[in-house]
């Protein structure tokens, strides 16, 4: 059965920092490229980063040199740590995984308010 399940999500003050994990199980973790979106009230859901098999990043404009996308293969989890966070950045955050399937969890909430 096919897992995506995040954590690290909560309250933080704007200019804080916070840590979003995703654990991943029931598929080839390794051969999938790993990535995070957001969802705001209202809005549509959009991309936030990637990372491939490869280690290669991407990264949407609003959140370059803000965030950090990261993976470890052998414990099949993947990170997105967040820096210098806006309140604009208030979202659902949501683990995907891409590959010959495409995957997602069911998210983790992030609020950025003081």
């Known amino acids: 059965q096919v897992q995506l399940v995040e954590s690290g999500g909560g309250l933080v003050q704007p200019g804080g920092s916070l840590r979003l994990s995703c654990a991943a199980s029931?598929?080839?973790?390794?051969?999938?490229?790993m990535g995070w979106y957001r969802q705001a009230p209202g809005k549509e859901r959009e991309f936030v980063a990637d990372?491939?098999?490869?280690?290669?990043?991407n990264y949407a404009d609003s959140v370059k040199g803000r965030f950090t996308i990261s993976r470890d293969n052998p414990k099949r989890m993947v990170w997105l740590q967040m820096n210098s966070l806006k309140s604009e950045d208030t979202a659902g955050y949501y683990c995907?995984?891409?590959?010959?399937?495409?995957?997602w969890g069911q998210g983790t909430q992030v609020t950025v308010s003081s």
């Open positions: 995907t995984g891409a590959g010959n399937l495409e995957y």
């Open positions: 990372i491939s098999s490869g280690f290669s990043a």
């Open positions: 029931g598929f080839t973790f390794r051969d999938y490229t």
